[in-house]
């Protein structure tokens, strides 16, 4: 797209690339036995935290594709 950045819509994508597995997590727990929770329970909340990192410190590899 004219006059696109590439990049940013990169650094946007690699945090909300998470929240989909939050959500799968989410549905797996939903659907399993009481018993298997406490094995899982953190899942969903883990994929968001890596979203949060990852908005926090984004990837180096982003870094390094930015222009002077």
Not at 19 to 39: C, H, K, M, N, T
Request: net charge negative; charged share 25%; proline share 13%.
């Amino acid at each position: 797209m004219p006059g696109g950045d590439p990049v940013r819509a990169l650094g946007l994508a690699e945090p909300l690339a998470h929240l989909p597995y939050a959500v799968r997590y989410q549905e797996f727990l939903d659907g399993i036995e009481r018993s298997e929770r406490p094995y899982h329970e953190g899942d969903p909340a883990g994929a968001i935290r890596r979203a949060v990192r990852c908005l926090e410190h984004p990837s180096p590899f982003l870094a390094e594709l930015r222009l002077p």
